[in-house]
C-alpha cells in the first residue's frame, strides 16, 4: 500500500500541479456560468428543474469542446509522454505493477475532471434551487460521458507512443463522436442519434425519476439502451488498454 501510494504522489507531482488543476477548475467554472447567463430572465419557481436541465444540456455541449482539449493534453502528458521519453521504465523499477500504474493514471485524470465538471453544475443547481432528481440526472449523465471520453483518451495515448500525434488524434476523434449526433441526424437516421447523444437523456432520467414506472420510461426513450452502450464501449475501451499496457514493449 505504501509503494501505491509513493507512485500516487510521485504522478501527481509530475502531471496535476496546482496551477493546472486551478486552470482546469477556473475555466470549466467560467465557461458554465457564460453559458447560463441567458437563462437568468427565466426562472419560475414551477419550471426550475426543466430550465435547468436544458441549460446544463445545452451548456454541457459547449463545454466539451473546451473539456476535449484538456482531456486530450491530460493523458497525451501523463501516458504517452513518459512512454516516449522512457520516464514509464523508470517508474516500473518500482515493486509495483502496470496494471496498477495505470488504475492509478484512469483514476487520477477521471477525478480530477469528474471534481472540476461537477463543481460548476452543483452551484448552478443551488444557485437554481433545483431538485434532487435533476442534480442525479445531470451528474449520472456527466460520470458516463466524462468515463466514456477518458477511456477513449488512454487507449489512444497507449497506441500512439508520441505526445503531440495522441493529443491531436484524441481531440480529433472525440470532436468527431461529440458531433456524430449532428451527422446521423442529416441522414436521417434520428433513433440513432438520440441514442448516440447522451446529454439529452438527461431529462428522460429526470422523468423517469419523478415516475411511477421509471424502468419503461427509460426503455421508450432509449435511455437504458444508450447507457448500456456507453458503459459497454468503456469498459471495452478500458481492457483493450489493459491489454495493450501489460504487452506493450517499452524497450
Given at each position: 500500500?505504501?509503494?501505491?501510494?509513493?507512485?500516487?504522489?510521485?504522478?501527481?507531482?509530475?502531471?496535476?500541479?496546482?496551477a493546472l488543476i486551478g486552470i482546469i477548475?477556473?475555466?470549466?467554472?467560467?465557461?458554465?456560468?457564460?453559458?447560463?447567463?441567458?437563462?437568468?430572465?427565466?426562472?419560475?419557481?414551477?419550471?426550475?428543474?426543466?430550465?435547468?436541465?436544458?441549460?446544463?444540456?445545452?451548456?454541457?455541449y459547449t463545454e466539451s469542446y473546451i473539456?476535449?482539449?484538456?482531456?486530450?493534453?491530460?493523458?497525451?502528458?501523463?501516458?504517452?509522454?513518459?512512454?516516449?521519453?522512457?520516464?514509464?521504465?523508470?517508474?516500473?523499477?518500482?515493486?509495483?505493477?502496470?496494471?496498477?500504474?495505470?488504475?492509478?493514471?484512469?483514476?487520477?485524470?477521471?477525478?480530477?475532471?469528474?471534481?472540476?465538471g461537477i463543481f460548476p453544475l452543483i452551484?448552478?443547481?443551488?444557485?437554481?434551487?433545483?431538485?434532487?432528481?435533476?442534480?442525479?440526472?445531470?451528474?449520472?449523465?456527466?460520470?458516463?460521458?466524462?468515463?466514456?471520453?477518458?477511456?477513449?483518451?488512454?487507449?489512444?495515448?497507449?497506441?500512439?507512443?508520441?505526445?503531440?500525434?495522441?493529443?491531436?488524434?484524441?481531440?480529433?476523434?472525440?470532436?468527431?463522436?461529440?458531433?456524430?449526433?449532428?451527422?446521423?441526424?442529416?441522414?436521417?437516421?434520428?433513433?440513432?442519434?438520440?441514442?448516440?447523444?447522451?446529454?439529452?437523456?438527461?431529462?428522460?432520467?429526470?422523468?423517469?425519476?419523478?415516475?411511477?414506472?421509471?424502468?419503461?420510461?427509460?426503455?421508450?426513450?432509449?435511455?437504458?439502451?444508450?447507457?448500456?452502450?456507453?458503459?459497454?464501449?468503456?469498459?471495452?475501451?478500458?481492457?483493450?488498454?489493459?491489454?495493450?499496457?501489460?504487452?506493450?514493449?517499452?524497450?
Amino acid at each position: 500500500m505504501k509503494r501505491i501510494i509513493s507512485i500516487l504522489k510521485f504522478e501527481f507531482d509530475l502531471y496535476w500541479r496546482p496551477a493546472l488543476i486551478g486552470i482546469i477548475f477556473s475555466v470549466l467554472f467560467i465557461l458554465h456560468m457564460y453559458n447560463l447567463r441567458s437563462s437568468s430572465v427565466l426562472l419560475e419557481k414551477h419550471n426550475v428543474d426543466r430550465i435547468y436541465i436544458t441549460e446544463i444540456i445545452r451548456s454541457l455541449y459547449t463545454e466539451s469542446y473546451i473539456l476535449i482539449p484538456i482531456l486530450s493534453y491530460i493523458y497525451a502528458k501523463s501516458v504517452s509522454n513518459p512512454i516516449s521519453t522512457g520516464l514509464i521504465k523508470t517508474i516500473l523499477s518500482y515493486p509495483i505493477t502496470r496494471k496498477c500504474i495505470l488504475t492509478i493514471k484512469l483514476l487520477l485524470g477521471y477525478s480530477v475532471l469528474f471534481l472540476a465538471g461537477i463543481f460548476p453544475l452543483i452551484y448552478s443547481w443551488i444557485i437554481y434551487v433545483a431538485g434532487y432528481k435533476a442534480l442525479i440526472s445531470v451528474v449520472m449523465v456527466y460520470a458516463l460521458k466524462l468515463l466514456f471520453f477518458v477511456s477513449l483518451a488512454i487507449l489512444i495515448s497507449l497506441t500512439v507512443n508520441e505526445a503531440l500525434s495522441s493529443f491531436i488524434e484524441v481531440i480529433f476523434l472525440l470532436y468527431l463522436i461529440e458531433n456524430l449526433p449532428s451527422l446521423l441526424i442529416e441522414f436521417g437516421l434520428k433513433e440513432l442519434a438520440k441514442v448516440v447523444a447522451i446529454d439529452g437523456h438527461i431529462y428522460f432520467i429526470y422523468i423517469a425519476l419523478s415516475s411511477e414506472d421509471p424502468l419503461n420510461i427509460l426503455i421508450k426513450e432509449k435511455t437504458l439502451f444508450s447507457f448500456l452502450l456507453y458503459i459497454v464501449i468503456s469498459m471495452l475501451l478500458l481492457y483493450l488498454s489493459f491489454i495493450i499496457f501489460k504487452k506493450k514493449d517499452l524497450d
